[in-house]
């Protein structure tokens, strides 16, 4: 569910992201007693919101009545920085919009490849700026708090806030990607490029045709002129003609031969005329002096007219000297390394471009050929020896306006290198956000939420199917205090008999537990938070701004002495930290203890870019430890081998007993049941009504994305 498809009336692009329908926005308020924060009142046209059926969520539906984060606009890039695009060219990242593809990146068995993204957000921002600058020339200029991948993981512009421990850039990091070369990409076409394009296409695949023939009458002879341009890809033909149109030459647009089953059919352009014939023949003339915009758009002409891109490797091939000559020439006048391959039998030779991705993007960006299919890298590994190492990070000194995205593989591509995007607008959850000052500083309130959801209930066509709150942001959060919204909410589906389920990590869910037991008499009721780690000072760190253990265990207290069971998700457990029999044993006694009766328990899993935050931590608090992580989690693994799995569970289980508690690891769920908390991302308290336990529901949205309990 996004906000743009709630609000009423029509988009102010300009206006705050989220509010972009300003004649749904109600007010905007900020109160004494709620210091820092502002409350945008939304009017919204629908509460119930259906998770795509291609999702992994074991539910169909959800309800969402805020939407807030302070992290929202941190991660922001110059409005000039290039995205690379998923048709192989790159944009301004000012003039992307939602719904545009990108490429992203992902993970695929041993190498990170390069995949196409959709773009599901982008706004605007004021941020303090930053330039970073890499050995080859790339220049980055972002706010402190964006992210970029790095040969050590995902890290910072800068350092976080004194005392914070967050992974920051360096001079002599090396960032991940191909990099631009300190050259911008350009799609201008200036009168040169025009006729160097027209000189590398029409040189390279066209046909000029002066010749004198008898007439037929038998009266003497006349001088045929016969242009033709045939091509399979309508980009490169469409330039050329409109190209050849500007030079003052008019063409004729036919088919030149059909489909077969192994050809593309091929669309032609023709020309009769002598004076276009001549026309044509002066504008692809070879210059004595090529500029460096001649140079530019004769490679581009050539590339789509000879060159190909094929496993990593540009070539562009022809047979007459001159031409390969002036490939050449227009390759050095560009700074391009290459080698000209020997020559076939039958007389053609191929030059082919030396650098790897880095070189071929810098060629694509400054070339800008016509021909998409052929600037493709989808598939790609993400591998390159570009030199991408840090040189220079330079406080600019001023507060600039900047932009960002939210892309559906949480990355893109920066000026060649891989980026980090704000995650937050599109996915609260994803942040793993809670109640406390992850949500202080814009919240967003659908202040009609409870209205719109009784009349969707009330609809002939409503199934009363499981409703999950709770599962995109904390629906007790602090503005829960203000607004109250969710007695009503919890109201409506009790007695419209839908049942439904609250995730929160929150304390406030005890000012409704009254309520909640009262409409446990007529549907089922699932509650869930997190525990996962009862140490407080490592709680802490590791989950700043979240309620601590005890008060989480209050509520677990609470919940069971309004009536409910009580299922508690003790994950991560973080090895060699939380993982020996005292530690084990000491939370299952808190747990016992507050009323629980049934335990799921799960190994830490470490995601990217977590990761490198969890393992610079180690090194500096647990230097004793780390050898032993890099043998549990080494290179890029996630999840902890399944010997360490089954050492925990042997560990586990007799404390269970010990305890009376019945449990299971989280790997022990039946095949294709819901698996709450999506594989120890997260640790909910499951309490359910009517004596029964509630089957666990992950903390989830309908993207399948992370939820705001999940921890690494």
């Known amino acids: 569910m996004r906000w743009q498809g709630q609000e009423l009336g029509v988009a102010d692009a300009a206006a705050l992201p989220g509010l972009e329908q300003l004649n749904g926005l109600v007010q905007s308020v900020t109160t004494p007693e709620f210091a820092g924060m502002t409350f945008h009142e939304v009017l919204c046209k629908s509460a119930l919101n259906h998770v795509p059926s291609s999702s992994a969520m074991p539910f169909d539906w959800t309800v969402n009545p805020y939407r807030g984060c302070s992290h929202a606009c941190v991660y922001c890039l110059d409005p000039d920085t290039l995205v690379l695009m998923s048709d192989g060219r790159s944009k301004r990242i000012g003039d992307v919009r939602a719904g545009d593809e990108v490429i992203g990146t992902r993970r695929e068995g041993s190498y990170r490849r390069y995949v196409a993204a959709t773009v599901s957000a982008q706004w605007t921002t004021r941020k303090h700026a930053y330039r970073v600058t890499l050995a080859d020339g790339t220049e980055l200029v972002a706010s402190g708090d964006h992210r970029f991948l790095t040969e050590r993981g995902w890290k910072y512009v800068q350092p976080g806030q004194a005392g914070s421990q967050r992974p920051h850039l360096t001079t002599n990091n090396k960032l991940v990607g191909f990099g631009s070369g300190g050259v911008p990409a350009s799609n201008t076409e200036t009168d040169d490029y025009r006729r160097g394009y027209l000189c590398g296409m029409i040189r390279g695949d066209g046909m000029m045709l002066k010749r004198e023939y008898d007439r037929s009458n038998g009266r003497g002879r006349y001088m045929a002129h016969r242009f033709r341009l045939a091509l399979a890809d309508d980009e490169a033909l469409s330039r050329s003609r409109d190209f050849l149109q500007i030079g003052g030459v008019e063409t004729s647009l036919r088919q030149f031969t059909p489909a077969t089953a192994t050809r593309r059919e091929m669309t032609g352009i023709f020309t009769s005329r002598a004076d276009d014939f001549a026309a044509i023949a002066a504008l692809i003339g070879w210059p004595e002096e090529p500029s460096l915009e001649w140079s530019r758009g004769f490679l ?159 609809r002939g066509t409503w199934m009363r199917e499981p409703v999950a709150l709770g599962t995109n942001t904390d629906p007790y959060q602090r503005a829960e205090g203000r607004y109250k919204l969710m007695p009503g909410i919890a109201s409506a589906l009790a007695e419209s008999g839908t049942p439904f389920s609250i995730l929160t990590k929150g304390t406030m869910i005890r000012r409704d537990l009254p309520l909640l037991k009262d409409a446990a008499r007529h549907v089922d009721v699932t509650i869930a938070t997190s525990i996962a780690v009862f140490d407080d000072e490592l709680q802490h760190i590791i989950e700043p701004g979240t309620p601590t253990a005890t008060a989480r265990l209050e509520t677990v207290r609470a919940a069971t002495e309004a009536g409910f069971r009580v299922t508690v ?144």
């Open 300 to 458: 581009a002409g050539i590339f789509d007219a000879e060159g190909s891109c094929s496993r990593g490797i540009l070539r562009i091939t022809n047979s007459d000297p001159r031409i390969l000559s002036a490939i050449a020439a227009a390759f050095d006048a560009h700074g391009f390394r290459y080698v000209q391959e020997p020559p076939r039998p039958n007389g053609v030779s191929s030059i082919r471009l030396l650098g790897g991705l880095p070189t071929r993007r810098r060629f694509f960006d400054l070339t800008n050929p016509a021909i998409t299919r052929k600037l493709n890298i989808i598939g790609d590994a993400v591998k390159s020896d570009a030199p991408l190492r840090v040189v220079a990070i330079e406080d600019l000194g001023e507060t600039i306006d900047m932009v960002d995205i939210t892309t559906s593989t949480g990355d893109f591509i920066a000026n060649g290198v891989i980026s980090h995007n704000c995650f937050a607008r599109g996915t609260h959850e994803y942040l793993e956000l809670d109640a406390g000052k992850d949500f202080d500083s814009q919240i967003v309130v659908k202040v009609n939420v409870v209205d719109v959801l009784q009349k969707e209930l009330r």
């Open 569 to 712: 998700f003790l994950m991560p457990i973080i090895p060699h930290l939380t993982d020996s029999i005292a530690a084990i044993d000491h939370a299952l006694t808190r747990i016992k203890d507050a009323g629980a009766s049934r335990v799921v328990y799960g190994a830490l899993h470490l995601r990217p870019g977590a990761k490198q935050w969890f393992m610079q931590w180690l090194e500096q608090r647990h230097p004793e430890l780390v050898s032993s992580y890099r043998g549990l989690y080494p290179g890029m693994t996630a999840n902890a081998p399944k010997a360490y799995r089954s050492w925990l569970a042997k560990r586990v289980r007799p404390l269970l007993r010990v305890h009376g508690l019945d449990g299971r690891a989280e790997d022990d769920a039946p095949r294709g049941a819901p698996v709450s908390g999506l594989a120890a991302r997260s640790a909910p308290i499951i309490v359910t009504s009517r004596g029964r336990a509630a089957q666990p529901r992950p903390a989830g949205v309908g993207d399948g994305r992370e939820a705001s309990a999940r921890l690494f």
